[in-house]
């Protein structure tokens, strides 16, 4: 089982930047692919990025692509989500989740982020 801890939420301006990091337990984090998520009051859950076990592979979500970037290191165990330029529409409850070889999924308690137009 894995756990993670997402941190790096806070307050900023639009057109800020934040960076997000989650820190996942266990020896085996680089088999595990690793996502960002995002929930905004009164919303669905929203799929932001993912990044694939060694790094090589990331996909985005169109409403983030250029300005979000997701990354990770093995050796710390943690991925990242560098957020720029960032807008109002953009607060929201920031999730990171693990997703392992026979498609168990584990989330973090995630972390707020809120931007003031």
């Known amino acids: 089982q894995v756990q993670l801890v997402e941190s790096g939420g806070g307050l900023v301006q639009a057109g800020g930047s934040l960076r997000l990091s989650c820190v996942a337990s266990?020896?085996?984090?680089?088999?595990?692919?690793m996502g960002w998520i995002r929930q905004a009051p009164g919303k669905e859950r929203e799929f932001l990025a993912r990044?694939?076990?060694?790094?090589?592979?990331?996909v985005y979500a169109d409403s983030v692509k250029g300005r979000f970037t997701i990354s990770r290191d093995n050796a710390k165990n943690t991925v990242y989500l560098q957020m720029n330029n960032l807008r109002a529409k953009d607060t929201a409850v920031y999730y990171c989740?693990?997703?392992?070889?026979?498609?168990?999924?584990?989330w973090g308690q995630g972390t707020r982020v809120t931007v003031s137009a």
């Open positions: 266990g020896p085996t984090f680089s088999s595990y692919v």
């Open positions: 989740a693990a997703t392992g070889r026979i498609d168990d999924t584990y």
């Open positions: 990044i694939s076990g060694s790094g090589g592979s990331t």
